[in-house]
């Protein structure tokens, strides 16, 4: 079983940066691919930003040029730096990991962290 807890949410004025961490326990020997996912009320689920093993990066159009993803896969955590906040990125952030290779030898798919909550308001 693998479990991703995150922090780093909070309340920011818009302009104001924050960084979410995301760390994924558990049997685990290799995570292919972590990422952040976004869910706004009333919205779908939407891609932030997602990163391989190898540092290969993707980010929503939304917030290219102002988020930045990186991971640490000793420690099998996922950052993500977050500049220049707008109130339309207030969501819940949702941590992702996704071709798990645990000690099992075995591959397990898509786990999900519990979301952190992002707000941005004056």
């Known amino acids: 079983q693998v479990h991703l807890v995150e922090s780093g949410g909070g309340l920011v004025q818009p302009g104001g940066s924050l960084r979410l961490s995301c760390a994924a326990s558990?049997?685990?020997?290799?995570?292919?691919?972590m990422g952040w996912y976004r869910q706004a009320p009333g919205k779908q689920r939407e891609l932030v930003a997602a990163i391989t093993s190898g540092g290969s990066t993707n980010y929503g159009d939304s917030v290219k040029g102002r988020f930045s993803i990186s991971r640490d896969n000793a420690k099998n955590t996922v950052y993500l730096q977050m500049n220049s906040l707008k109130p339309e990125d207030t969501a819940v952030y949702y941590c992702?990991?996704?071709?798990?290779?645990?000690?099992?030898?075995?591959?397990?798919?898509?786990?999900w962290g519990q979301g952190t909550q992002v707000t941005v308001s004056s």
């Open positions: 992702n990991a996704d071709r798990v290779l645990v000690v099992a030898g075995t591959y397990e798919y898509d786990y």
């Open positions: 558990g049997s685990i020997f290799s995570i292919n691919a």
